[in-house]
């Protein structure tokens, strides 16, 4: 008698659950391997390395485009001193205006800046004017070049205070709905099931997830 060797139902729940999760965290079962050890891949060190280096220029694109708002302000301060009273309620008019016309420049500065940044640094997340606008997250930056994976487990849970909604790992709040770093994923993982969470320090990044039978 021949044995196909099939795996029974709960084999291939527990299969295509963590399957589901590969899918949604981006990560397979050679990361999770990797961070089971306590270090990230080498795709996934060079995943997180490009996330910070977009999120830097997005930074120093918002931080190098400041100025326009602040000339404008000025501008429109000396502008309402001059000719404020000689304009009288048509003053409002002018200040959606100019207000429009400030937003539509800062929109552009910030697409140029963002467009050009990539092509001064040349993809080098250290570069100089990065860190001279402080663009640069030295703290998440460390972590991805130590590539330390850490681990926390526990049962999943949705707590509510009334105001707010918290996703727990027993005692570990991993976010809320309030955050501004919201992991949108947590929020579609199982209330009361196991799991392992693998992380970076420094975003936190998440890198992988498993399901738990058991802890």
Known sequence: MVSTNRPGPLQEHIIATQRALETLFDFTEADLAAN??????????????????????SSAAFTLSLPVI???????????????????????????????????????AYAVMRRLLPVIVRGNASHPLLRRVRAIDNAGSLALEQGIVERVAGRLGFPSDGEHEYVMLDDVELTNSVAADEDERLWQLVEGAQYALYFVQGGPWIVSVERLETL
């Open 70 to 108: 602040f000339v404008f302000a000025v501008a429109f301060m000396a502008f309402s001193l001059r000719f404020g009273d000689d304009l009288g309620p048509g003053i409002l008019c002018a200040i959606g205006v100019w207000f429009l016309l400030t937003w539509a420049l800062y929109t552009l």
């Open 36 to 57: 089971r050890a306590g270090v990230l891949s080498e795709i996934q060190r060079e995943r997180l390395r490009q996330q910070l280096y977009q999120a830097s220029i």
